[in-house]
């Protein structure tokens, strides 16, 4: 069985500058890449607002950047998805999809959070072509355009706030006959004189020839009273919420009520000595690229002292 220094799960911003950091401090990283390469980012067709990069770039184009300057510190990255994890006693014991088994060190957690979507066959066709589940990233392409925002929560009531400062018009689309998030929240979004809220509608699927050109909507589905039609739009943003991708570390990691791995005193470090969260798997605030690396550097540094620690 292989043992290693300092063992980082997960390729997006967060473990791909915890790699880099991890490497000059002379950890000996090793990265397992896991289910997607270069994370939720390698999604987001244009990127504008990540520092140092003021020509438009992808998500992907920024994490091939990102992994080739990992690949320069001569980290060994490795593309299996780990399966299963021990954290009951040091050092720590992993085992992966290739039947390999490991154990290291210190561990730096950086799995990420997935989306999560209605469940439809035209979320995937126009992924990065007018479906987006981060405002944030990708309002700035919709400025003066007519967009919806999926959900009911304060999530989606400050995506639909957000991009109310850069779309022509904003419909949110509530499936219940209510918002769920809170009171401020709601009226700011109803008194808004950019957003519509339709409630009692679900979406049930896009259409367009390139890109996103509407939605097929469905009013009080199920009733009597059930009524079909098209919205014209021009992009269309899930807020319905993320999932960390903390399941695997969950009986020995304390997470909140969502999932999102709780770290100590605004460090990358968990309930477990050694072990170290990063990105977006403990973060459900921000969830920006830029946060993510931050917190890899993080990361990367609180392993460098545990570790000598234990010389």
């Known amino acids: 069985m292989e043992h290693i220094r300092c063992l980082i799960i997960g390729s997006g911003p967060a473990g791909y500058t915890a790699a880099i950091y991890a490497s000059r401090a002379n950890l000996s990283p090793v990265l397992y890449e896991g289910i997607q390469p270069g994370g939720q980012l390698t999604i987001t067709d244009s990127i504008e607002n990540y520092p140092g990069f003021p020509e438009e770039l992808s ?11 990992v690949e320069k510190f001569n980290v060994e990255i490795r593309p ?16 992966f999809d290739n039947q390999t088994e490991v154990t290291a060190d210190a561990v730096i957690i950086a799995t990420g959070a997935s989306a999560k979507f209605l469940g439809l066959d035209d979320e995937k066709k126009y992924m990065g072509q007018g479906v987006s589940a981060c405002a944030t990233c990708d309002g700035f392409f ?12 304060d999530t989606a009531c400050g995506e639909a706030l957000y991009l109310a400062g850069l779309a022509a018009k904003v419909y949110l689309i509530v499936r219940k006959p209510f918002l769920r998030a809170s009171k401020i929240m709601q009226e700011r979004v109803l008194q808004h004189e950019k957003i519509e809220v339709l409630f009692e509608t679900n979406t049930v699927g896009l259409y367009g020839d390139n890109g996103v050109e509407g939605a097929h909507l469905v009013h009080r589905k199920g009733e009597s009273d059930e009524r079909h039609y098209d919205l ?11 999932r960390p991708n903390s399941d ?12 999102f ?27 920006q690229a830029i946060v993510a ?8 540094m609180e392993a460098e002292k545990y570790l000598m620690s234990l010389t």
Not at 293 to 300: E, H, I, M, V
């Open 293 to 300: 690396a931050g917190s890899g550097c993080k990361a990367a």
């Open 261 to 287: 791995i709780k770290t100590i005193d605004g460090t990358p470090r968990t309930n477990v000595q050694g072990v170290f969260a990063a990105g977006d798997v403990a973060d459900p605030v921000y969830r």
């Open 232 to 242: 014209p739009i021009d992009g269309f943003f899930l807020a319905i919420g993320h």
């Open 142 to 153: 919709y400025r003066k355009r007519t967009v919806a925002v999926v959900g009911g929560g």
């Open 59 to 69: 998500g992907a184009e920024l994490m091939d950047k990102m992994r080739a300057q």
């Open 248 to 259: 695997l570390f969950k009986p020995w990691l304390e997470t909140d009520e969502t999932g």
């Open 80 to 95: 299996q998805i780990c399966v299963k994890a021990d954290l009951s006693a040091a050092p720590y014991h992993f085992w």
